[in-house]
């Protein structure tokens, strides 16, 4: 079976605020999101990168991508389940394929994080994810913006990407692909009745969202490319 990496990269990027999609904004010289396909793409381990993009996309022809393995899909939706659902059912995968779906936001993944998820996962009869158990003290809040109770981190994980799926269970999974409670692969997995595995991330693996996100992986970037 292959291992084929799906990354949504048809957001707007409103948190971020920038004219431009975050995934297309300037980052050592090149989109950011050709950051995270450096990643992909250099693993021995992955086949196939495959980027959905929206059908309104006016920037990712603009770039020449240097990765004899990257594909691209038009098939953007509403969302990023919906994203990811009309990926996969454009690619007409093997029931058995692994499916590696990464958000094209987290530019920052090591290789070693990457290769950790692939390991733990390949003999994995549902599938996992990369996560981080939480840190810091869970605070509920109210509407007004005061604490109404303290959540117990214990057994709290965040969840990252990729989130590592075969191509049979994750299609049937994203059937239901419109519900909004469906913020990840593994959160549909879970809707129906899985388990999948929690496997350990890193705090460098963070998803830009804010405008001063960029400053940050753009420190990382340049800390591990040295
Ligand atoms: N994504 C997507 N299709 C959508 C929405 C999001 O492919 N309809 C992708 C984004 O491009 C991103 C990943 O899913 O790589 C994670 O989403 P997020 O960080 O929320 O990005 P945006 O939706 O673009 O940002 P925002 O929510 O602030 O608008
Ligand atoms: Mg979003």
Redesign the pocket.
């Known amino acids: 079976s292959l291992r084929i990496a799906l ?10 605020g920038a004219a431009t ?3 297309y904004l300037p980052l050592h010289g090149q989109p950011l999101l050709a950051h995270t396909l450096d990643v992909l793409c250099g693993c021995a381990d992955i086949d196939r990168v495959v980027v ?1 993009v ?1 059908p309104a996309d006016e920037w990712f022809d603009s770039y020449r991508w240097p990765h004899a393995k990257l594909e691209v899909l038009r098939v ?5 389940a ?3 659902a009309n990926g996969l059912a454009a690619l007409a995968l093997d029931d058995d394929d692994w499916l590696l779906v990464h ?3 987290r530019c920052c993944l090591s290789p070693a994080a990457l290769q950790r998820l692939l390991d733990e996962v390949q003999d994995d009869a549902i599938g996992g994810i990369l996560a981080q158990p939480v840190a810091d003290t869970v605070k509920q809040g109210t509407k007004v913006g005061r604490i109404a109770a303290t959540i117990p981190r214990e057994g709290l994980w965040l969840a990252q990407t990729p989130q590592m799926f075969r191509a049979g269970l994750l299609g049937e999974a994203l059937q239901d692909a419109a519900n909004p409670v469906i913020t990840d692969e593994a959160s549909a997995i879970e809707l129906l009745g899985h388990a999948p595995k929690l496997v350990l991330g890193e705090a460098q693996n963070f ?1 830009v ?1 804010w405008p001063q996100d960029l400053a940050l992986a753009s420190a990382i970037l340049q800390l591990v490319n040295v």
């Open positions: 990354v949504p990269a048809a957001g707007h990027g409103s948190r971020f999609p975050k995934q959905v929206s953007g939706g509403a969302s990023r919906l994203s990811v958000d094209a936001a998803k969202t």
